[in-house]
Structure formats: structure tokens, C-alpha cells
């Protein structure tokens, strides 16, 4: 049996489906929800490891609903806070003796998350990652994002506004997104790119595809993706590895323009409806601005039931 300790982030229900898997449950009462969230907060903790967090540990699970002495299998996504509760993965190997415990990496290795490396590799039996050189470094296993299929039926036919559409945070890549607007816009291209994170000295308002924004919820984001002919990705620097974005254009039949050179190499890879960036002023604008039916082949690909399927042969062999 799988038991997901889920990300509490909006978009994690659009990347894994957990139909038929224990997930874990959340403090029901509003104010005691955020009296624990505070209690184990990873940025408290990390300055101070508050003591008594085990009062929280009846309410993660339904304990009873898990067998103490089947060989589960625990999966704890980067964001959740119990992943980083080194005392509470303790407690559940102590209470599920036969379990494994496995960490999903959604983001690649940086500056934000570098410090959880040692202390995720001591602590469980096996770590997967959407960055296939991390992989290759650390011995993990590599998987790439994955999307909730059963969440997109409604999203299509919508009226289509945009020719390219982006969001992401800056990272390093505000220079390049302005540099591919302007090309783009010159040959008619309607683009929406909205960015977060660019400093004030750094933005830009008089472009009109450019937004600068605080924060967009992910009901937003899928809308706009359904208003879109074809999805943006850039990579940012060291990144070896797809973003979530080649799974929203396979689940919601869009074209992806990218610069991730080997996307070829993935399963989910379709050259008809996918084209890598290999020189900004040598873009197939048609490829953009055509409206075509699109059915991905291999869209089965990104489900999370492959993600699960490949941790459960992992531990068989």
C-alpha cells in the first residue's frame, strides 16, 4: 500500500492523482491547523527544532486504515513538512517495521533546497528526483514531473488568446524571455509571459505581453494555458530536466516551445507537437501560430500511477 504525505501547494492535486492510495489528512479544526503548521514550520525548525511536535502525530494519519504489517510504502513530496520531522519518519518506521520511505524531489537541486541533500539521504530508502545529472550524481532515481489526467477534461475548446504563453519566476531568465518577446512580437506572435521575482531596477512596463507579478494562483495559470496555442519553457541555469511545463501541454493538447535539448530523449517526447530552442532569431514561427488538433501518443506517460509503478519495481527487485 501507498501512503502519500501530499506538497500543501494548490497545484500538487493537478500533478498527482491519488486515487486509491492512503494520503495522509490534515488537522480538521482552522485554528489548530495553523497552530501546527506554525509548530513545525521547516524555517522554525531549521533555526530552532521545536520540541513536543509529537502531539501533532495522531492527526497526519488514519492509522487504521494501514496494515503495521504490510510492506507499505511511505512517499513524502518536497514541500511537505513532516518529510523534514526527522523524529516523525522514526515514529512510522518503528510503528510499519516492513515499510519503505521515499522522498520525491518536484524541484531541482538550488540555492532553496540544497540544505534538505544530506539530511533526505540519511533518511530514507529511496530519493526521486526530476533532474536526470542529479540522478546520475547521487544515485537517486530519476523521474520527471507528472500530471493529474483526470483534472483537464473541461479545459478545452476555450477560446484561444495567446500565442506563447510563460510563468515562472525570474531566475535568472528575465533577459532572455525579453530578448524572445521581442523577436516573437515582430513577427505578430501574441505572447503572455508572466514573471515573478525580476528586481524593480530590472523590470519592465512597457511591454505589454510582460507582467511582472507577486503571485498567481495555479486555477489561473490552467486557465491561461487553455487560452494558449503553445506553452514556454526556458530552463534555468544547471537545470537537467523538465519543468512541469511539457506535462501541462501534453494533458491540455498544447504545443511546447523549449530549451531543453534533452527532452527528446523522454518517453513522453513528441516531435510533431514539441520543438527544442536552439537559436532565439531561428524560431519556426508557424509552428507557434497554427491551429491543429493535438493528441499526444504518449500522454499516459506523465501519470503519477507510472511514478508509483516505478517505485513499487524498484523495491521488488
Known amino acids: 500500500m501507498f501512503v502519500i504525505f501530499k506538497n500543501d501547494a494548490e497545484y500538487f492535486e493537478y500533478m498527482v492523482d491519488c486515487n486509491g492510495k492512503v494520503c495522509h489528512k490534515d488537522v480538521q479544526n482552522h485554528l489548530l491547523y ?13 533555526i530552532c527544532n521545536m520540541p513536543l511536535k509529537n502531539v501533532w502525530y495522531n492527526y497526519y494519519l488514519d492509522y487504521d486504515l494501514i496494515d503495521k504489517n504490510d510492506k507499505n510504502i511511505f512517499v513524502f513530496f518536497e514541500g511537505n ?4 520531522d526527522r523524529n516523525f519518519i522514526i515514529f512510522l518506521k518503528k510503528r510499519f517495521i516492513n515499510s519503505k520511505f521515499v522522498f520525491r524531489y518536484t524541484n531541482i537541486i538550488c540555492y532553496l533546497n540544497s540544505w534538505t541533500v544530506d539530511y533526505i539521504n540519511k533518511t530514507f530508502d529511496l530519493v526521486v528526483t526530476i533532474d536526470w545529472k542529479e540522478s546520475k550524481k547521487r544515485n537517486w532515481m530519476y523521474f520527471p514531473n507528472t500530471y493529474n489526467l483526470g483534472l483537464v477534461d473541461n479545459k478545452r475548446n476555450v477560446k484561444i488568446k495567446y500565442d506563447l504563453f510563460f510563468v515562472g519566476r525570474d531566475k535568472g531568465r528575465f533577459k532572455q524571455l525579453v530578448t524572445l518577446y521581442n523577436i516573437l512580437s515582430k513577427k505578430g506572435i501574441r505572447c503572455l509571459f508572466l514573471i515573478n521575482g525580476v528586481e524593480e531596477k530590472d523590470r519592465i512596463y512597457h511591454l505589454e505581453g ?16 487553455a487560452e494558449s496555442r503553445c506553452i514556454l519553457e526556458i530552463l534555468q541555469d544547471n ?5 512541469l511545463r511539457p506535462m501541462e501541454a501534453i494533458a491540455y493538447g498544447k ?3 523549449t530549451t531543453d535539448k ?5 518517453s513522453y517526447y513528441d516531435k510533431r507537437y514539441m520543438r527544442v530552442i536552439k537559436d532565439f532569431n531561428n524560431i519556426d514561427f508557424s509552428f507557434i501560430k497554427e491551429d491543429e488538433r493535438i493528441v499526444y501518443e504518449n500522454s499516459n506517460e506523465i501519470s ?8 513499487l519495481k524498484f523495491f521488488i527487485i
Request: glycine content about 2%.
Open 34 to 46: 495553523k497552530l501546527c503548521n506554525i509548530h513545525r514550520s521547516v524555517k522554525l525548525n531549521k
Open 210 to 225: 510582460i507582467k511582472n507579478i507577486k503571485i498567481v494562483s495555479y486555477q489561473d495559470i490552467v486557465k491561461y494555458i
Open 239 to 243: 537545470q537537467y530536466g523538465s519543468s
Open 81 to 84: 513538512q513532516m518529510a523534514y
Open 255 to 257: 504545443k511546447l516551445l
Open 262 to 266: 534533452e527532452i527528446i530523449n523522454c
Open 304 to 311: 503519477s500511477e507510472q511514478l508509483f509503478n516505478e517505485i
